[in-house]
């Protein structure tokens, strides 16, 4: 079967770039091998929210008009929220399709799936940043029966067993993990490295409110003078709850959750970690208080100044003295680790040289450069910081849809040049 | 930041380095170090090590000349105290590295520094390695290090500067994190 272009997901990305194709009029189908938006129906805990609020939930010609836009959702909304908007656009989606190989073939590429086999002249990568976790050396030491989970096996506390539990990672997910599991009776202990810290609300407004107003979310990958860096940042500690609390190692540390340093390795049933632990915290201290200075200096400059309550800023980040350095798991009464410790995309099924030493696809701004024709979407900081978000779609699936249409149209093989501001609205 | 007539100066190429770190991603295999040291046994808890090659970007290289140490313990040890103990030399890297990684970041940051002083110490607990006690280690309980720096540039900015010379210390990596070590005879 032919077709201009094929689509591989049915998530955010996968649809929004459908609708951009639509709009262009560009034959193509979008493959997933569940249904509409599986991952988030199917590879998320029941209380995981959006880290961002509704009113930021915008896709191409879709946004929030709900009773509550400073909320945030779960991820089975935010599945119904993209089946609906699926349905609405009209998307050519093959559900129950996976695709097994993506290869070259002149004059485009060949998708194989387990429904057959498709040419297309372009093929557009959109099966996220998250389909398997990516876990350090460590985890193949955890002595049994310690049990080993990770966010895509976590279903919720009443999972896992009485006794204390080990979470690694100080991301959004780890301290998210820790706190509710932590209420439930259960002792953590959280194991944290680099980290990026960020109060949920700062002088009334969400933070990615400031994210988005101050210009940072916008801010383009071939601006940043270190855009790996910013791609393989970890998740800010935030949580989306319906009071905008914030949720951090102090809020943790006050419930009990005792914090240590990055897990170093596991032998012989015991766990070490770092004494670097003070640093981590102060450098993402100074981290957030940079960032929180920037969005001062830009209310000041942007006269908004006068509508909001003033400037502060908050608690350092407390650590103990002396951080504990090992734990015997037995002893301690660890009874599970949760690996909060990120994730790798899944390539196995793509047969073409385009990824790098760490497994990840070489792009330009989410154009494939080494396979013309290809292209990458809903990648951390692929276009912009915004990227990253369910919002990030918007620009970048209008800037990459007309690259793609040059492209089909035989033109050059230039870098997709930014759409105009005013191209950009959701409406 | 101040603004000076003279551009600052604390002695470090930054350009090379980052030329180096641009380099060096799309070479991998050049980026690929190994640092040496050879010591011979001299009497008692008396050695003499040398430094003079390493390896790296891809081959042999070689310091301008060999540097040589003198490794002891002191009286109280009953030894000879013929040169500094092997833990006060770990002190001293850790020292050396943090000030390099001082100078570096504030060359990066246009900082400029008039003076930089460390000051190391170390809590041991010497059962452990006399083995009078199991549940001792023999290493360090807690180590400190103070800085003392003058420089054009606000306390939050310097603490800063030395917040970001632990990041990219390669000694305070070495000592706060698991590193494997092999011991291999003959």
């Given amino acids: 079967m032919r077709t201009e272009a094929v689509i591989i997901g049915a998530g955010h990305a996968g649809l929004a770039m459908s609708s951009r194709l639509t709009d262009r009029s560009i034959d193509h189908v979008v493959l997933e091998r569940g249904g509409v938006a599986n991952s988030w129906r199917t590879e998320r805990w029941p209380g995981m929210r959006l880290l961002t609020p509704n009113w930021q939930t915008r896709l191409p010609g879709a946004a929030y008009h709900g009773p509550d836009p400073d909320g945030y959702q779960r991820a089975a909304e935010v599945a119904d929220l993209l089946a609906g908007y699926a349905a609405r656009i009209g998307a050519p989606v093959r559900a129950g399709t996976t695709v097994t190989a993506l290869r070259a073939r002149s004059p485009g590429y060949e998708v194989i799936t387990d429904q057959g086999a498709r040419h297309a002249r372009a093929v557009v990568i959109a099966t996220g940043a998250c389909n398997r976790p990516a876990l350090p050396d460590a985890a193949m030491d955890v002595p049994p029966p310690v049990k080993s989970l990770t966010p895509l096996s976590y279903s919720g506390p009443g999972q896992l067993p009485d006794g204390g539990v080990l979470v690694v990672g100080g991301s959004a997910t780890g301290v998210q993990l820790a706190d509710e599991i932590h209420r439930s009776g259960r002792p953590v202990t959280l194991a944290v490295g680099e980290q990026v810290r960020l109060p949920r609300v700062y002088r009334g407004r969400d933070i990615f ?98 509508n909001l309550p003033r400037p502060h800023r908050f608690e350092p980040t407390h650590v103990e003295a002396q951080p504990v350095l090992t734990l015997n798991l037995a002893r301690s009464q660890i009874r599970t680790v949760i690996w909060a410790t990120g994730y790798r995309p899944d390539y196995s099924w793509l047969d073409i040289p385009v990824t790098g030493r760490n497994g990840l696809i070489r792009h330009d701004g989410g154009v494939v450069t080494a396979a013309p024709g290809l292209y990458l979407l809903g990648m951390p900081v692929l276009r912009r910081r915004a990227s990253t978000y369910i919002h990030g779609a918007v620009p970048d699936t209008a800037e990459l849809s007309d690259h793609l249409r040059g492209y089909l149209a035989g033109g050059q093989h230039p870098r997709a040049r930014p759409v105009m501001p005013a191209q950009l609205s959701s409406g | 930041m101040t603004v000076t007539d003279a ?104 900082i400029q520094l008039r003076s930089v002083k460390a000051t190391v110490e170390g809590d041991m607990d010497i059962l452990g390695i006399l083995g009078g006690d199991p549940e001792v280690r023999n290493g360090f309980q807690d180590i400190r290090v103070h800085f003392d720096i003058d420089a054009d540039a606000s306390p939050a900015d310097i603490e800063a500067l030395v917040a970001q010379s632990q990041k990219r210390s390669a000694v305070y990596d070495i000592i706060t994190n698991p590193t494997n070590v092999t011991v291999r005879t003959n």
């Fill in chain 1, 209 to 306: 409110w400031w994210l988005e107003s101050a210009g940072i979310l916008g801010q383009r990958y071939d601006q940043l003078a270190d855009v790996a860096r910013a791609r393989h940042l970890p998740s800010p500690q935030l949580v989306g709850t319906p009071e905008r609390r914030t949720l951090d190692l102090n809020t943790l540390r006050a419930i009990g959750v005792r914090i240590v340093g990055r897990l170093g390795r596991i032998g012989d049933g015991v766990a070490q970690f770092s004494g670097g632990l003070a640093n981590l915290c102060a450098l993402a201290d100074l981290k957030m208080n940079r960032a929180l200075d920037a969005f001062d200096a830009w209310a000041q400059d942007s006269g908004t100044d006068e």
């Fill in chain 2, 7 to 110: 551009p600052i100066d604390n002695g470090v190429n930054v350009a090379a380095l980052i030329e180096a770190r641009t380099a060096l991603t799309e070479q991998p295999a050049a980026a690929e170090f190994k640092w040496r040291a050879t010591s011979t046994w001299q009497r008692g808890t008396h050695s003499h090590a040398v430094v003079e090659g390493f390896s790296g970007l891809g081959g042999e290289q070689s310091h301008r000349r060999a540097f040589t140490f003198d490794l002891d313990h002191p009286e109280v040890f009953a030894s000879e105290d013929n040169g500094a103990t092997p833990v006060e030399y770990v002190l001293v890297a850790l020292a050396g590295c943090l000030s390099a990684g001082v100078a570096s970041v504030a060359q990066l940051r246009e």
